[in-house]
C-alpha cells in the first residue's frame, strides 16, 4: 500500500482530522433537517480513519469491533419497540426542554443512525484493515 | 408436569454434554434418573382415562406458535414405553461400553435428548409442538446413527437416515399448515373428523412413513445397524420407528373420512410388511434379521390402523407396546452376542444355547412374543389383530386381512430362522464347533432379561395391560370401548388360524435356515447413496466451472447477464416523452462525465485511470447537484472521495501500469462495455418513459413532518419510514465487510503456514 512520511502530509492529516470529525457530528445531526445524517457522517469519519492509516498516525485499527458494536445499536432499536408491545422500528421521541439550547428533540431514530454510522466506519476501516492497512511497513524502521 | 418435567431432560442432556470425559461409564446411570422420574410419572397416570389438563408455554403470540401439551391415554401409554425401555437402554449401555470408550458424554447427551424428543412429541397437543420435537428426533437419530463417525459406513447410513427423514418432515410441515389451514385450530385433540384435503392426508402418510420406515422409504432403517446396539434397541421398539406409528395413530381419528388416507396406509403397510419379512428370511446378519423384521411388523401396525376398524385400532395399539418390550430385548441379546463373540453372522454363531443360557432363555421368550405363542403379552396382540382380520368384509379389507395373515406366516418364519441360526448346534458338527464365548456383562444381562420377563409379566397382568390399551384405542376410536385382550380365547375360529399361521411359519423359517444360502443386495440403499454422491458431483463440477477465480471473466459475466436480463425493457421503451436535459449545466456535466469514462478506459496507468474514474463520479454528483438533490449530491461526493483514497491505498500493492492485452480479448471488453452501457440506458430511459402516477411527494412531506418530526424528507424516509430497507443495507455492509476481513486477514509467515498445512493433512 501506499504510505507517505513526508511531514506536510501528516501534519496537515493531523490537523484537519478534528475539524472534518467536527463536520462529520454536524452532517450527523444536521441530517434530521438539512442534507447529512448518519452515513454521510460515517463516510467522513472513515475517510478520516483511512487518511490517519495512510500517514501512519493510526495504527490500531479494530475494524471488527466498531462493526459489531453498530450491528448491535442499530438492531437493538429496530428490535427494541417489541419489548414495548409496538411494532419493529417504530419510532419514539422524546422532547427536552433545557436552559440554554431550548427545546431539543430527540428520537430512537436517531440512535438508529448512529448503528449506520458505525457500520459504515467499520466497513470502511476493514476496507482498509483488509488492504494491509494495519501492517504498517515503515515502523520497524524507528 | 410435562413442562417440569421437560426442562429436568433438558437440562440432564446439557450436563451429560458438558461432563466431559470424568464420568467415564457413570454417565449412564445419571441420564436414566430423569427418565425413572418420567416413567414414576407416567405409570401414575397410567389408570387415569381422562386427559391430563393442558399446559402451554406461549412463544409467539400472534401466530398461534405456542407450545402445548396435554397427555391423552395413548401418550401415557407411550410414555411409559419410551421411559421404560429408555431405562433398559441406558443400564444395557452402561454393560455395552467399556470404561475407556471415548465420548460417552456426548453419546449419552444425545441419546437422553433423543428420548427427550420422542416424549415431547408423543405429549405435544399443538400441530407445530409436534413438528418440532418431529424434527429434532431426526436430528438426534442422524448424531446416533452416525456415532461411529469415524467408519464411512456410519456416516453414509447416518446420512442416509438424516435425508429420508428430514423430507418427510418437510411433508409433515406441508402437511400440518394444510390441516391447520382447513381445520382452523392447531390443536390436536380439536381436530375433530371433517372433510380434510386428500393432499394433506398423502403428505402426512409419507411422513409417518419415512419415519417408520415403511417400503419404500425403509432403506435407511438397515444402515442405521451402523450405531451402536443400544441406539438400535431404542430406534427400533419405543421410538423413532414408532414416532411414525404415534402420527398414523394420532391422525387416523382426523382423516377416517378421507379416503386416500386409507389407500395409502394400506399400500406402505401391507408392501412393508411383505417386503420387510422377505428381506428378513434373506440376510445372514442377526442385527439385520431383526432389521428387517422391523420394517415388517410396522407394516402391521400401519395396516392396522389404516384399516380403522375399532377392533383394528385396538389390535394395533396392542401391538404397538408388545413389539416395544420384545423387539428392544431381541436387539439387546444380538448386540451382547455381538460382544461377547464377535460376530452376528448366523452363519458363524452356533451352539450359544448351552453357552449362554441367560441370553438364549430372553431370546427364546421374546421371539416366541414376536411370533405370537402362548403366554406371552405377543399372543394375547396377536389374537386381536386376527380376530379383527376375520371381522373384515369389502375387496379392499380382504387384501388387507389376507396381507396380515400371510405377514405373520414370514413373521414365524423369520423368528424361527433367526432362534436357529443363532442358538441351535448343527446336527452333523460337534458340540465343541460351538462359538467361543467372552464372559457375560451383568448390565447388558439384567436389562435385557428384564425386558425379556416383561413379555411375561404384560401376560400374565393382561387385564390391566387390556385396560391401558382399551383406553388408548378409545381415544382414536371411541368404539373400541367393548374390546379386550385374553390370556386364553378358547377354541374359536381366530385362535386356530393363529396355530395354522405359527405352524406354516415354523415349516418355512426351517427350509429357509436350510436353503438360502445367497446374500442378498441392499439394491434401495445403494441407489439412494449412488444418487446423493451423483447430485454432489455435479454441484462440485457446476463450481468448478462457475468460480474459475478470473476476475474479468466475473465481471464479464455479471454484466453480460444483466444485460441480457435488461432486454425486456427494450419493449417498454418509448422514445416520445423523452428530451436531452433541462439545462444547460446538465449538458455540460454529462459530457464531462463521457469524456472521463472515455480516459478511464484510455489512460495506461492504473493512477491516472483511479483519477479519471474520481472525475466521473465528481461529474455525477454535479448532476445531482443540478438537478436539485443535495443529499444525493452529498453522499456521492463523500463515496468518491473515500474511493479515490481507498484505490491510492490499494494501487501501492499493484504495479504501475496496466498489463497489456491481445487484441481479441480487448475487443471482447469493448463489446461487453458496450452491451452494459446499452442496456442500462435502455432500461432507465424505459422506466422514465413510462411513469405509472405522480409521485406521492405532497403526502410523504407531510407525513416527514407529522410521523418522523424532520423536515429532510430523504433521511427521515431512511431512518424512519423505509428504516427496514435501511437495516437490511447495513446487513448487506456488514457481511461484506466481515467477508474482506475474512478473505484478507494478514497472511501467516511462511514457516507457520507450513506447518498449519501439515496440521491440515493430518
Redo the contacts between chains.
Keep these: 500500500?501506499?504510505?507517505s512520511d513526508s511531514p506536510i502530509l501528516r501534519t496537515s492529516v493531523n490537523v484537519i482530522s478534528p475539524l472534518a470529525l467536527l463536520v462529520a457530528t454536524y452532517?450527523f445531526f444536521a441530517?434530521?433537517?438539512?442534507?447529512?445524517?448518519?452515513?454521510?457522517a460515517g463516510?467522513?469519519i472513515?475517510?478520516v480513519v483511512?487518511?490517519r492509516?495512510?500517514t501512519g498516525l493510526q495504527r490500531d485499527i479494530q475494524?471488527?469491533r466498531i462493526?459489531s458494536i453498530?450491528?448491535v445499536i442499530?438492531?437493538g432499536v429496530?428490535v427494541a419497540p417489541i419489548f414495548f408491545g409496538e411494532t419493529?422500528?417504530d419510532?419514539a421521541?422524546w422532547q427536552v426542554t433545557a436552559p440554554v439550547l431550548g427545546k431539543i428533540?430527540l428520537?430512537s431514530?436517531?440512535v438508529?443512525?448512529l448503528?449506520?454510522t458505525l457500520?459504515?466506519v467499520?466497513?470502511?476501516t476493514?476496507?482498509?484493515?483488509?488492504?494491509?492497512?494495519?501492517?504498517y511497513p515503515v515502523e520497524e524502521e524507528f | 408436569m410435562i413442562l417440569l418435567l421437560l426442562p429436568i431432560l433438558l437440562v440432564s442432556c446439557l450436563f451429560l454434554a458438558a461432563s466431559g470425559n470424568r464420568l467415564g461409564r457413570l454417565v449412564f446411570p445419571l441420564a436414566a434418573a430423569p427418565l425413572v422420574v418420567t416413567f414414576i410419572w407416567g405409570c401414575s397416570q397410567l389408570v387415569s382415562t381422562a386427559p391430563s389438563a393442558e399446559e402451554r408455554l406461549v412463544w409467539v403470540s400472534g401466530l398461534s406458535l405456542n407450545f402445548i401439551f396435554q397427555l391423552s391415554s395413548l401418550a401415557s401409554l407411550m410414555t411409559v414405553l419410551v421411559s421404560g425401555i429408555g431405562i433398559c437402554v441406558f443400564m444395557y449401555s452402561f454393560g455395552y461400553f467399556s470404561d475407556d470408550s471415548q465420548g460417552l458424554n456426548t453419546f449419552s447427551a444425545t441419546l437422553l435428548l433423543f428420548s427427550t424428543a420422542m416424549l415431547g412429541l408423543v405429549w405435544a397437543d399443538s400441530v407445530w409442538t409436534l413438528f418440532i420435537f418431529w424434527e429434532l428426533t431426526s436430528i438426534t437419530s442422524f448424531l446416533l446413527v452416525g456415532h461411529k463417525n469415524t467408519y464411512k459406513e456410519a456416516r453414509l447410513s447416518a446420512r442416509r437416515a438424516l435425508l429420508i427423514t428430514a423430507a418427510g418432515g418437510l411433508c409433515l410441515l406441508a402437511g400440518l399448515l394444510l390441516i391447520a389451514d382447513s381445520a382452523g385450530t392447531t390443536r390436536l385433540s380439536e381436530m375433530g373428523t371433517a372433510e380434510f384435503s386428500s393432499t394433506a392426508a398423502v403428505l402426512i402418510m409419507i411422513a409417518a412413513a419415512t419415519k417408520s420406515a415403511q417400503f419404500p422409504f425403509h432403506i435407511w432403517l438397515p444402515g442405521a445397524m451402523a450405531a451402536p446396539t443400544p441406539v438400535s434397541a431404542y430406534l427400533h421398539s419405543a421410538t423413532m420407528v414408532k414416532a411414525g406409528v404415534v402420527l398414523a395413530a394420532l391422525f387416523s381419528p382426523t382423516f377416517a373420512e378421507t379416503g386416500t388416507w386409507k389407500t395409502v396406509g394400506l399400500f406402505f403397510g401391507i408392501a412393508s410388511m411383505l417386503w420387510g419379512g422377505i428381506g428378513a428370511l434373506r440376510q445372514f446378519d442377526a442385527k439385520l434379521i431383526l432389521a428387517w423384521g422391523t420394517v415388517s411388523q410396522l407394516g402391521l401396525l400401519f395396516t392396522l390402523l389404516s384399516l380403522g376398524s375399532a377392533k383394528a385400532t385396538f389390535a394395533a395399539i396392542a401391538i404397538l407396546a408388545a413389539h416395544a418390550v420384545f423387539k428392544a430385548a431381541l436387539f439387546m441379546v444380538v448386540g451382547e452376542i455381538d460382544v461377547r463373540t464377535g460376530t452376528r453372522d448366523i452363519r458363524k454363531l452356533a451352539g450359544l444355547a448351552s453357552s449362554m443360557p441367560i441370553t438364549f432363555g430372553v431370546a427364546a421368550v421374546s421371539a416366541a412374543s414376536m411370533a405370537g405363542v402362548p403366554p406371552l403379552l405377543g399372543f394375547a396382540a396377536k389374537e386381536a389383530a386376527i380376530e379383527a382380520v376375520l371381522k373384515l368384509s369389502g375387496t379392499q379389507d380382504l387384501i388387507a386381512g389376507g396381507s396380515i395373515v400371510v405377514g405373520s406366516v414370514i413373521t414365524v418364519a423369520y423368528t424361527t430362522r433367526f432362534m436357529l441360526g443363532v442358538f441351535s448346534t448343527p446336527s452333523q458338527e460337534a458340540a465343541s464347533d460351538a462359538t467361543p464365548v467372552a464372559p457375560q456383562s451383568v448390565g447388558m444381562s439384567v436389562s435385557s432379561s428384564l425386558l425379556g420377563a416383561c413379555s411375561v409379566i404384560g401376560f400374565l397382568i393382561l387385564p390391566k395391560v387390556s385396560t391401558w390399551v382399551k383406553s388408548a384405542a378409545m381415544q382414536l376410536n371411541p368404539e373400541a370401548e367393548i374390546y379386550k385382550l385374553y390370556r386364553w380365547p378358547g377354541l374359536t375360529t381366530a385362535f386356530l388360524v393363529s396355530a395354522a399361521i405359527v405352524a406354516s411359519g415354523l415349516v418355512l423359517g426351517w427350509f429357509a435356515e436350510k436353503k438360502i444360502v445367497a446374500e442378498a443386495k441392499p439394491a434401495g440403499a445403494r441407489f439412494a447413496d449412488l444418487s446423493v454422491s451423483t447430485i454432489l458431483r455435479t454441484a462440485q463440477v457446476i463450481t468448478g466451472k462457475m468460480q474459475h477465480g478470473s476476475l474479468p471473466f466475473y465481471i464479464a459475466t455479471m454484466a453480460i447477464t444483466a444485460s441480457v436480463a435488461t432486454m425486456p425493457f427494450l419493449f417498454a421503451l418509448d422514445v416520445e416523452p423523452i428530451y436531452w436535459s433541462d439545462s444547460w449545466a446538465q449538458t455540460t456535466l454529462a459530457i464531462l462525465a463521457i469524456i472521463s469514462s472515455l480516459t478511464v478506459a484510455a489512460v495506461r496507468t492504473r493512477l491516472s485511470a483511479a483519477i479519471a474514474l474520481g472525475f466521473v463520479g465528481l461529474s455525477i454528483t454535479g448532476l445531482f447537484v443540478a438537478h436539485g438533490a443535495?443529499?444525493l449530491?452529498?453522499?456521492q461526493l463523500?463515496?468518491e472521495?473515500?474511493i479515490v483514497?481507498?484505490f491510492?491505498?490499494?494501487?501501492?500493492?499493484l504495479a504501475h501500469g496496466f498489463p497489456q492485452v491481445g487484441v481479441i480479448w480487448r475487443g471482447v471488453r469493448f463489446l461487453v462495455s458496450a452491451l452494459i452501457g446499452f442496456a442500462v440506458t435502455a432500461a432507465l430511459v424505459a422506466s422514465a418513459s413510462a411513469p405509472t402516477g405522480e409521485p406521492p411527494l405532497e403526502a410523504i412531506a407531510e407525513k416527514s413532518q407529522t410521523?418522523?418530526?424532520?423536515?429532510?424528507i430523504?433521511?427521515?424516509i431512511?431512518?424512519?419510514m423505509r428504516?427496514?430497507d435501511?437495516?437490511g443495507e447495513?446487513?448487506v455492509?456488514?457481511v461484506?465487510?466481515?467477508g474482506?476481513?475474512a478473505?484478507?486477514k494478514?497472511r501467516l509467515p511462511s514457516i507457520e503456514r507450513e506447518d498449519a498445512a501439515k496440521e491440515n493433512v493430518i
Design positions: 500500500m501506499i504510505t452532517l441530517g434530521h433537517n438539512k442534507p447529512g445524517g448518519g452515513f454521510a463516510l467522513v472513515g475517510a483511512i487518511l492509516t495512510i475494524a471488527a462493526l453498530g450491528t442499530a438492531a429496530a419493529m422500528l419510532q421521541v428533540k428520537g431514530a436517531l438508529f443512525d448503528g449506520v457500520v459504515v467499520g466497513m470502511l476493514a476496507a482498509i484493515e483488509g488492504l494491509g492497512g494495519t501492517h | 443535495p443529499d449530491a452529498l453522499t463523500l463515496v472521495t473515500v483514497v481507498g491510492v491505498v490499494g494501487l501501492g500493492k410521523v418522523g418530526g424532520g423536515n429532510n430523504v433521511n427521515v431512511l431512518t424512519d428504516a427496514l435501511t437495516l447495513i446487513t455492509l456488514v461484506v465487510a466481515i474482506i476481513l478473505l484478507a494478514p
